[in-house]
């Protein structure tokens, strides 16, 4: 079960991280250049708030039945603070996807709510980004390659 969802989590991962750099990019892009916002956009903004929202799902399943979760009660939380590996797999890596998720939710739902194209792109480009940086900032980047 474990290995299972582990594999699934890796690989959804590069979509999740694909996705999203192409939603920010289309965001710049169009906020930068006037661009009129059409549905290709809109859709690039969905499959990226879908994607990323499975990849939660998949996370909280992996959190529970990963080797690092059973180190809470082994080791109290000073013992999993005080070690860097099960500090980014139990705290750091799991809250901040979650910030990073949150932040793709709302930029999506805040952009929905704009009636023209520039204030659109602005809020995705701001939202997306600011998402993008924080998965960037905790990805295992040593585990994953
Ligand atoms: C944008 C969302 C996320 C991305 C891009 C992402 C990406 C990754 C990557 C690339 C790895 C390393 C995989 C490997 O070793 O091959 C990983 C591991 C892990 N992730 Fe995530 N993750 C996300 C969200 C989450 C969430 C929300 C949770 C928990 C609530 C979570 C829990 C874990 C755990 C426990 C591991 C360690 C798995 C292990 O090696 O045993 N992830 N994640």
Same mark, same amino acid.
């Given at each position: 079960?474990?290995?299972?969802?582990?594999?699934?989590? &890796?690989?959804?991962?590069?979509?999740? *991280? %694909?996705? =999203?750099?192409?939603?920010?990019?289309?965001?710049? $892009? #169009?906020? !930068?250049?006037?661009?009129?916002?059409? &549905?290709?956009?809109?859709?690039?903004? *969905? %499959?990226? =708030?879908?994607?990323?929202?499975?990849?939660?799902? $998949? #996370?909280? !399943?992996?959190?529970?039945?990963?080797?690092?979760?059973?180190?809470?009660?082994?080791?109290?939380?000073?013992?999993?603070?005080?070690?860097?590996?099960?500090?980014?797999?139990?705290?750091?890596?799991?809250?901040?996807?979650?910030?990073?998720?949150?932040?793709?939710?709302?930029?999506?739902?805040?952009?929905?709510?704009?009636?023209?194209?520039?204030?659109?792109?602005?809020?995705?480009?701001?939202?997306?980004?600011?998402?993008?940086?924080?998965?960037?900032?905790?990805?295992?980047?040593?585990?994953?390659?």
């Amino acid at each position: 079960m474990y290995e299972v969802v582990q594999f699934i989590h &890796s690989y959804w991962a590069y979509l999740v *991280l %694909f996705m =999203l750099l192409i939603a920010s990019f289309n965001a710049i $892009i #169009g906020f !930068v250049t006037n661009k009129e916002y059409g &549905s290709t956009n809109f859709q690039i903004a *969905l %499959f990226t =708030l879908i994607v990323s929202h499975i990849q939660l799902l $998949i #996370g909280i !399943v992996l959190y529970f039945s990963a080797p690092y979760f059973k180190m809470w009660a082994e080791e109290g939380m000073g013992g999993v603070m005080s070690d860097s590996t099960l500090r980014l797999y139990n705290v750091e890596h799991p809250l901040m996807m979650i910030i990073a998720i949150a932040l793709i939710t709302i930029g999506y739902s805040k952009h929905k709510k704009k009636l023209t194209s520039k204030p659109k792109f602005k809020t995705l480009a701001i939202f997306y980004t600011l998402a993008l940086i924080v998965v960037l900032s905790r990805i295992p980047w040593s585990a994953w390659f």
